[in-house]
């Protein structure tokens, strides 16, 4: 079981390294969902996570709120995505939503055309699109390299226990061609149930190593 532990700038990464993280998703102000990290706590988290043999995906978020962005927020998007490309980030993290709650294609297929050589985790905008479009969400996705879903399945405010047979109709319908990641209020107190419920190998949390 790989185990992705969300982090909030550096102060925790050694911690949650000795405790068995797999894989840190680096990201800077978790109250508002997560956001892009500085230009020091992101060479800082790469360069010790490699010689921990420690994967980084790099959030690339300009803001807090919604998920639709404005041209100027796109360019920034993309300038902070190659900046920690260049800094040798394993991965990014992202997602872009139109005003209409499907993906922004054109703005997906700028940034996923930058991250070329890189892993790449389509955040928990996922949730906010439509339900009725997010099975063509996922086909998109897989067909554009992007390699795995970052989701709840459902509303945030809920339960993830409530959100299982939600998760596992994405699971089924994604078929390996992409990685479901569930996250949001996994623990190490439901770490075991959930991931046995789903049958999964990635899981995502900021309290799943002790």
């Known amino acids: 079981m790989l185990k992705e532990v969300c982090v909030e700038n550096f102060t925790k990464v050694p911690e949650v390294i000795a405790k ?19 230009h ?16 980084v995906m790099t959030m690339i978020r300009p803001r ?24 040798g980030t394993d991965g990014v993290v992202l997602g872009c939503l139109d005003a209409d709650g499907c993906i922004d294609e054109q703005a997906m297929s700028g940034l996923l055309d930058l991250a070329k050589g890189l892993e790449v985790t389509f955040h928990m905008a996922f ?5 009725e479009n997010q099975f063509k969400a996922i086909d998109w996705l897989a067909e554009h390299g992007v390699e795995r879903i970052l989701t709840h399945g459902g509303p945030l405010a809920t339960k993830i226990e409530q959100n299982l047979v939600r998760l596992k109709e994405y699971i ?3 078929n390996d061609k992409i990685i479901i990641l569930p996250g949001g209020g996994i623990t190490t107190k439901n770490l075991t149930s959930i991931t046995s419920a789903l049958n999964i190998r990635e899981v995502h949390g900021t309290r799943i190593v002790d």
């Open 20 to 38: 068995g993280a797999d894989r840190i998703e680096l990201c800077d102000n978790l109250a508002a969902g997560g956001t892009t990290v500085s």
């Open 172 to 174: 089924a319908y994604a």
């Open 40 to 55: 020091g706590v992101a060479e800082v988290t790469i360069n010790y996570c490699r010689s921990n043999d420690v994967q």
């Open 127 to 131: 949730d906010e699109i439509r339900p």
């Open 64 to 87: 807090g709120g919604d998920f639709v962005y404005g041209k100027e927020e796109i360019e920034i998007m993309k300038r902070d995505l190659v900046h920690v490309k260049n800094l």
